[in-house]
């Protein structure tokens, strides 16, 4: 764009008029149009009147501000958008502002080329780790999510800025309206669960609330029932329906005196008030959808525009301009999800038809996000009747026999754009039990591994936690647990676990895949080779204890794991327009029926009760006792999952430290003293645990070092 001055020559004062006439009459597409920076912290990181500084970048600057993007429903891929071309202005485009947050090293000259694009969780700030401001990263947040409450409050005050210090992240969306403009509306589900007394509950997933208010107030128009019980599988008993003059919409209050509904969260006011012993599950009738599918665009182009733009239409320059020549997109747990989905509908090609990213890192996310299709509730983590296993979920073709639907993959458009980026992806053992990990690799029969494309590296960290467990060694301690707060599982408010929290990290082996996969983008250097449990070695079986060789281990019942433990994978009918191959479309079944429950699998356990064919990692290769993916929810005050798997929480149980108190135990596991003798045992087994990691490309030499020091300074056998 040509620059313009007051102070220039009359020709070239002709020639910006003419460059604005052309900018104003050019036509639209899908890419950021403005950007305007709301903050700037410089030096950022800064505590008591120091500021960090990080290796040879030294001190880093946070800048935070908005996008406003433009989308064509013209253009085949923005088409795909469900809804779409339900929310045009008035000039046929559609618009949305998104916020972010860039972070960056006050020298500009110091940076890498390197581009972290994370995908905030729920709205969430993110923030680049401070190991990668020591390369000299650069980090870029922005918001995709546009249902969530901080979008909800964002509504009207879109001048608000997110702030670089912890704002949460909004995206600003429009509503999709009938084209004669009349509202549209359509069935929506909602659960209360673990909920008692007289004041009204809110409709909640997870943790937001359902963001989509009642097409009407009237109760005969919606149906409120309550159950008893219900497994994960769907098996309901003790289901009743409540009469419609007995509950209300309502914004908060009781039964007899309700507060008017006004603004979410949607609330239920029920006479007699709440049993915690029952689930509610609300059927109604919603109006105003979000076409939510805008969120996988406006990432894409905020993405593009920090990569690739100079300035914006309005001559607002780029802030990282010309400083990048790599970025992987990452996101963890529910924005790992979005990231499969987004590669999916083929979302890293921009406009200009160029690769978005080179690296695409979904961590600890084995489905696609439910987001593309008309009254979506993404913030659902596949509890009863949540939407977000449709279609393939692995990443070469393969049938989905299971389900009837076509050999089909995540990476299909992006194949047939030659715009695939390379993969990493780690999980632990909670997204087998809890997330429905498993079709990904054996597909939903399951009958056979899936074969992973040569652009795709999948690591395994066995035994471990959602997101990895907080480290060290006194916390797999006995006498640690002993005074340790009950697990949340998290979810609905679902419950606590039975089971101490399960301390197994993903820290170290993060660090390492790291450094493995800014090598394999930047310089082409292949990762270690993928490691996960497989049919074909005999480490994928039933998911019982007979077939896994689990141990009977005082404190568990003795069937544990059971058939009926993990969390299947569920064939929804939700509907005859709605897409399974795309998760897109408009859902008619709300709830969905259930047509099948499919098969799942799990790892294999060693005596221990310690799961096998994963990646090397200390804590696990020199244990202190069982660790597990679940855990047991407990009853107390939220008892309507009680007995069932506790959603993604891990537990453990720590071994005896003598063999007397194992054996008083009745415990088949050897004891600490058994297995290391003494502390000094104890050090030479994580001595041995990190030399193996190392030599295997799963921890690097500082983590190393740390944890030995750790392992010193511990009380293990003290």
Excluded at 382 to 401: H, I, R, T
Excluded at 404 to 427: G, M, V, W, Y
Excluded at 518 to 547: C, D, F, N, Q
Aim: net charge neutral; hydrophobic share 40%.
């Amino acid at each position: 764009m040509t620059s313009c001055h007051p102070n220039m020559r009359l020709v070239r004062t002709l020639a910006c008029a003419f460059a604005a006439t052309l900018l104003a009459t050019a036509p639209a597409q899908a890419r950021i149009t403005k950007i305007v920076i709301d903050e700037t912290v410089s030096p950022a990181f800064c505590k008591g009147g120091a500021c960090a500084s990080y290796g040879e970048a030294g001190e880093y600057e946070q800048i935070a501000g908005r996008a406003w993007g433009e989308l064509d429903p013209a253009d085949p891929l923005i088409g795909l958008i469900q809804d779409i071309a339900l929310a045009r202005d008035a000039d046929g485009k559609v618009r949305y502002v998104a916020t972010f947050v860039i972070t960056r090293p006050v020298d500009i000259g110091k940076a890498s080329g390197l581009m972290w694009h994370d995908v905030p969780n729920r709205g969430r700030p993110v923030l680049i780790d401070a190991r990668e401001r020591e390369f000299g990263d650069i980090g870029l947040a922005s918001a995709w999510q546009g249902d969530n409450a901080s979008m909800s409050a964002a509504l009207g005050t879109a001048v608000r800025p997110t702030m670089a210090a912890g704002g949460n992240h909004w995206l600003q969306l429009p509503v999709a309206k009938n084209p004669d403009g009349s509202p549209i509306t359509g069935p929506v589900f909602a659960r209360i669960v673990n909920r008692s007394g007289a004041g009204a509950q809110p409709l909640i997933v997870q943790t937001n609330p359902v963001p989509y208010l009642p097409a009407s107030l009237d109760t005969a128009l919606a149906a409120l029932i309550s159950r008893e019980h219900e497994t994960i599988g769907g098996k309901v008993t003790g289901e009743r329906k409540i009469a419609p003059e007995d509950w209300k919409f309502c914004g908060g209050g009781t039964f007899e005196e309700p507060v008017p509904l006004v603004k979410l969260p949607v609330q239920i006011c029920l006479k007699g008030g709440f049993d915690a012993a029952k689930l509610y599950q609300v059927v109604y009738t919603a109006k105003d959808p979000y076409p939510l599918g805008i969120g996988f665009a406006a990432w894409r182009d905020v993405g593009s525009f920090f990569k690739y733009a100079v300035q914006d239409d309005f001559g607002t320059p780029n802030p990282i301009s010309g400083r990048i020549t790599h970025s992987i997109a990452r996101g963890r747990s529910q924005s790992g999800n979005y990231l499969r989905g987004w590669l999916h509908l083929g979302f890293n090609q921009d406009e200009a038809k160029r690769p978005v990213h080179d690296g695409l890192w979904p961590i600890i996310a084995g489905r696609r996000i439910a987001l593309n299709f008309r009254w979506a509730q993404p913030d659902g983590v596949l509890e009863l009747y949540q939407a977000g296993s449709e279609g393939p979920q692995w990443w070469g073709p393969y049938p989905d026999k299971a389900r009837n639907l076509p050999t089909r993959s995540i990476q299909d458009r992006c194949t047939a754009t030659k715009t695939c980026p390379k993969i990493i992806e780690h999980f632990g053992a909670a997204e087998i039990w809890a997330l429905k990990l498993g079709p990904e690799w054996v597909g939903t029969d399951p009958k056979e591994d899936i074969a992973l494309p040569d652009n795709v590296r999948r690591y395994y960290i066995a035994s471990s936690p959602h997101g990895g467990g907080s480290g060290g060694f006194n916390t797999s301690l006995a006498e640690t647990h002993k005074a340790a707060k009950p697990v949340d599982c998290p979810g609905n408010n679902w419950g606590a676990g039975v089971l101490p929290a399960n301390p197994l990290p993903h820290t170290e082996t993060l660090n390492a895949i790291r450094v493995h996969f800014r090598s394999w983008v930047m310089r082409g250097t292949p990762p270690p080779p993928s490691r996960y449990p497989t049919m074909r070695a005999g480490e994928l079986v039933a998911p019982h204890k007979a077939a896994m060789g689990f141990p009977t281990i005082p404190g568990l019942r003795p069937t544990a794991p059971e058939p009926d433990f993990i969390n299947p994978l569920l064939d929804y009918d939700w509907g005859p327009r709605f897409d399974p191959n795309d998760a897109s479309g408009v859902p008619a079944n709300a709830p969905p029926k259930i047509r099948q429950a499919l098969n799942m699998l799990a790892p294999k356990v060693n005596a221990d009760g310690n799961e096998v064919g994963g990646v090397p990692v200390v804590l696990l290769d020199a244990p202190l006792g069982t660790y597990l993916g679940w855990n047991i929810t407990a009853g107390g005050a939220r008892p309507f999952h009680q007995g069932k798997l506790c959603n993604y929480a891990g537990g453990m149980i720590p071994f005896a430290k003598t063999r007397a108190e194992r054996e008083a135990a009745n415990d088949p596991r050897p004891s600490l003293e058994e297995r290391y003798g003494d502390h000094a045992g104890y050090v030479a087994a994580v001595r041995k645990a990190a030399a193996n990691a190392m030599a295997q490309g799963f921890l690097l030499q500082r983590d190393a070092e740390a944890l030995i020091k750790a392992a010193e300074a511990s009380k293990v056998l003290k």
